[in-house]
Structure formats: C-alpha cells, structure tokens
C-alpha cells in the first residue's frame, strides 16, 4: 500500500486517536522485536487501518500499554498488541520486499538490490509463514509489470491486478485470524498462471447475505481500484517528467504538444471523480454490511472522512495545476 489510506484527524475523537496510534506503534513494535530495526522503515499508516480492521470482528478488548521507543526515548507512547496487528506488520514488509525487488529488477536501483540482501532472510521467513500470500502477490504484481510494459491504456485491466492483491491480503487477514471462509466461495489457481476468481457454489449461495469474508474481499479488492487510480492521477506530472508508465496518460492519449499537464488533468478530472467516488461507495456499503465489534468510529473515519479528504485532495491539485498555468 502506498500511504494513502489514512484518517481525518480533525474527524477522530480523541480517544479513537490514541488506540489508532496504538495500532501504529503495535506494528512498528512487532516488527523491531521479530525483523530488526531496519525493517521498522517501511512502515505507513496504511498498516494500520488494516490491523483495525481486521482486528474489530474480535469482540475482545484493546489492552493499551504505555511504553517508550526508539522514536519517542523521553514520553511513552500507546501501543496495542495482537494478532491482527502482527500480521498487518507481515503484510508490510512482504510488500516492501516486492517493491524493492521491482525497483532493482526495471529501474536498477543500487539501494534497492543492497536493501535486498539485508532482507533476503527475513523474506525467506515470511514466506515460510505466508506462503499463498508470497505466491499470490507475487503472481499479480508479475501480471501487473507485464500490463505496463506492454503499455497498457486499460485502466480496469491496469488496476486489476493490484487489486486482486489487496483482495487477497483482506481475506488472507480473514482466513488466518478467523478461519476458513464460510463455503459460498473460493479461489482458484490454474497452472496456467490465470488470476484467481471467485467460483459460487450454488444459486443458494449467490442470494445469501454477504458473509465477513466476502465483504473484506470487496473492501479489499475496491480499495485496491481506489489506491491504483489515485496514485496514478496523483503521479501524472511525475511520470511525465520520468517517462514512467501511467495507464491515465495512454488511457486518454496525453500530448505534450497540445496541452499542458494541468489541463490534461483537467479534461479527465470527471473521469477520475466518477470513478474514485464509485470505489468510495462499494466500500462504504460493504462496510456497513459488516458486524464490526469494536474500533467502529476509526473504520467509519478512514472510510468517509480520510480516502474522501485524500480523493479531494488529489482532484484538487488538477484546479491548482491548471490555476497556476494558466
């Protein structure tokens, strides 16, 4: 994840902030105790909201406990344990893992290949603990370099793959936290390297009410549209500049003899609103869909408030590029 998913602290009660910090610091804690101090880097807040999340069908109570850290040696700091919150940690450094492994393998980047053999061990292990996560991500992010190498100019087929594996880190979160799925549905993996897809067992089954495990798949899979689509319009002045693939600018042909980047953002901007604001929604109605125990303040916060406050944002850069150019 990409840092995008966030909360809107001036929406968030003051006690919802400290157990949010607190599963923030659980996971930076976890990862110095069981990967070293380095690793500790790699940490966002998008971590974060993934431990409460699938922290909150645990009807069990948060333990908050005050302790110092490196970051914080004089005034102790709130931190939450379990094991939602270790496996959120888990899941961040698998996908550093595989960032580092793309940023060597097509931009040669010398920190990236150094950085890998610092990790390599500590690889091997979380593959060892998560074996179809490792393979399932590592099955979708080699779909997604092949669809921007090609040049891709579908943004549904771009985003596809990175949403397939946030789906799979949501139900995988699922799975290990609160067993298997119910029955309504599974995935699937060909040998000839197709995607997953979801099989319903029965006509039964289609018309049941959605079950936890299908509903962080949705969540998991739209908040992956979400996350691709915004951090493409997000890139676009970037990626112009570098030359680095961005399915926006094959999508709706960008050239730079006829138009700035700013008002090429501004010609797509009712594209991109209409979309992330559709993603926000299938969120939202699947969240709501949801027995949430606990932490349900925080959710809501991230949900309406944050990805809306970070959509806003995002939409209004196009404003200010084309104010400034203009």
Sequence with gaps: MLGYVRIDK????VREYEIYTGYYCGICKYIGR??????RMTLSYDAAFLAVLLASFDDTPDKPVQEHCIAHQIQKKTVIRNRAIEY?????????????????????KVYAKGTMLLMRRLF???????????????????EL?????????????????????????FTEGSRLLYGAPEGNYTYTDDSQGNSEEKIFLSVEDMHKPATVHESLADIGYHLGKWIYLIDAADDIEDNISTGAYNPLLYRFSYDSTSE??????????????????????????????????KNKGIIENVIYFGLNRKTEEIINKNDEKVSKEN
């Design 10 to 13: 001036g929406e968030l009660k």
């Design 124 to 142: 091997r292990k979380l593959q060892r603990k998560h074996p179809e996560l490792c393979r399932g991500i590592s099955t979708h992010l080699a």
């Design 260 to 293: 700035s980047p700013g008002q090429f953002r501004e010609r797509i901007a009712e594209h991109l609103k209409f979309n992330l604001y559709l993603y926000l929604s299938v969120i939202g109605k699947s969240v709501n869909s949801l027995d949430i125990k």
């Design 34 to 39: 069981e990967y070293g101090q380095l690793p």
């Design 88 to 108: 959120a940690g888990d899941v961040m450094l698998i996908l550093a893992w595989y960032k580092l492994a793309d940023d060597a393998a097509d931009e040669g």
């Design 145 to 169: 370099s092949q669809l921007e190498k090609s040049q891709c100019d579908s943004i549904d087929m771009a985003a596809e793959a990175f949403s397939k594996i946030m789906e799979i880190i």
